[in-house]
Structure formats: C-alpha cells, structure tokens
Nanobody
Framework: QVRLVESGGGLVQPGGSLRLSCAASGSIFSINAMGWFRQAPGKQRELVAIVTSDGRTNYADSVKGRFTISRDNAKNTVYLQMNNLKPEDTAIYYC???????????WGQGTQVTVSS
C-alpha cells in the first residue's frame, strides 16, 4: 500500500505561481511513477505531469513550458511547480502513484487550485 498526502494548493491571481507537494509513505520501494492529475468542475480527470522512477517526465500540452514536475527520492516527495497560472488551470489537483508489478494506482485526497483575480 502507498499513501499520498498533498499540500500547497490555494488561491492565486492569473500569472502567479504555486508549488504543490506530494509525500509518499508505505510501500514506496514499489513506486514506478508519480505525478499529478487534475479535475475541473464538469470535466474528466486529466493528466497534468508524470515522472518515472528513472527521471523521465511527460506533460500535458496545456501546461508545457509553465509547469515543472520534480522528484526528491530521499524525501519520497514529488513536486509540481506551476508558473504563469491561468484561470483554466483551476481544478482539484490529485497526486498519483503507479506501483508494483501489477501497476496498482494510488491517489491522494486532492488539493484545490483556484486561479482568479
């Protein structure tokens, strides 16, 4: 089992920045990838960014050049630095982990990000 705890959401003006953190505990040795998804009201949950255990990253086209995902293996934590935020980035952001040989998926509780003037 993997437990994920997020922090760092909040209210920010357009053009501003936020950094989300996600700390993993439990069977962390089995984690193959971690990342962030988001879900806006009335929309499906979508991938924002992901980083694999060997450091490869992937981003949604809508956030490329603005968001950066990073991973601190010593702290078992993944970060999402979000710059130049736009109102359309408003959503609940969920931390995600893919673990084990079966590819078990784990989710955090979610953190609200609101971009508004």
């Amino acid at each position: 089992q993997v437990r994920l705890v997020e922090s760092g959401g909040g209210l920010v003006q357009p053009g501003g920045s936020l950094r989300l953190s996600c700390a993993a505990s439990g069977s962390i040795f089995s984690i193959n990838a971690m990342g962030w998804f988001r879900q806006a009201p009335g929309k499906q949950r979508e991938l924002v960014a992901i980083v694999t255990s060997d450091g490869r990253t992937n981003y949604a086209d809508s956030v490329k050049g603005r968001f950066t995902i990073s991973r601190d293996n010593a702290k078992n934590t993944v970060y999402l630095q979000m710059n130049n935020l736009k109102p359309e980035d408003t959503a609940i952001y969920y931390c995600y982990a893919l673990a084990g040989v079966r590819g078990d998926v784990y989710w955090g509780q979610g953190t609200q990000v609101t971009v508004s003037s």
